[in-house]
């Protein structure tokens, strides 16, 4: 057994037992290994990962730890579930490879924070009405809330405000940052006029108000959302 530091020839000579001798040569090349190394790179609360091969070659091979490969230098990969994964790049140069793996935990977060919520007037209004309690919550300004740590808390104020929210798994192994925009609306004006026809149950109603968008509730338990409603009573009252 010969140790190789470098690349050379070994010779050798070979005597027969009748006294002939043959000599002769081989090349050995010595192939150096190369170095394996990637990164991971995920939006909090997404399936998708993107792989950067930080290798010294682009020859790789990708398991994702789920049973599914890859040979792209830097693939972007959607596991189907959650879960924890060994991920492992193998890099080939030659003849010689050199495998590293890698621990990933894959959570999705079911969020849905909206983007502007409205306050008439400087009225409270809640921010988050699709908050998830299995989250954790963290919310700034917190002077302006009634509970900084809710998933849904109501906000107070009297100008248009953005609110910061960070939300957490239990674990805090993800982190999800988003904002929630307050913008205060003006209260319409509203009022209106009838035509009560003397001695017949129909009234006509017309909208005085300074928008379209409305709704009429008539006393007697029917509603409408006609702009100038006729309507007709069932008796007298």
Not at 20 to 44: E, G, L, Q, Y
Not at 100 to 127: A, Q, R
Request: aromatic share 10%; with cysteine; net charge negative.
């Amino acid at each position: 057994k010969t140790e190789i530091l470098d690349s050379a020839y070994l010779y050798f000579t070979a005597t027969a037992e009748n006294g002939c001798v043959t000599s002769d040569s081989i090349f050995v090349k010595v192939v150096s290994k190369p170095n394996a190394d990637f990164s991971i790179d995920r939006v909090c609360g997404s399936l998708t990962v993107q792989f950067t091969n930080l290798s010294t070659t682009d020859d790789v091979q990708w398991e994702f730890g789920d049973g599914e490969t890859s040979t792209e230098v830097n693939p972007e990969y959607t596991y189907s579930d959650e879960g924890v994964y060994t991920v492992t790049l193998t890099a080939s140069s030659g003849k010689c490879a050199t495998t590293v793996s890698k621990e990933i935990e894959i959570e999705e977060f079911d969020v849905n924070i909206p983007d502007t919520v409205y306050s008439c007037d400087g009225e409270p209004v809640s921010l988050n009405p699709g908050g998830n309690d299995e989250y954790n919550y963290n919310w700034e300004p917190s002077d302006s809330l009634d509970d900084p740590n809710s998933p849904n808390p109501t906000a107070t104020v009297s100008v248009p405000t953005d609110f910061y929210v960070t939300i957490t798994l239990d674990n805090d192994s993800c982190e999800f940052l988003d904002t929630v925009h307050v913008a205060i609306a003006d209260n319409p004006e509203v009022d209106f006029s009838f035509d009560n026809r003397c001695g017949d149950l129909t009234v006509d109603f017309m909208n005085l108000s300074s928008t379209d968008d409305i709704t009429w509730k008539f006393g007697d338990g029917n509603t409408s959302t006609e702009e100038n409603p006729t309507y007709t009573y069932l008796e007298s009252g």
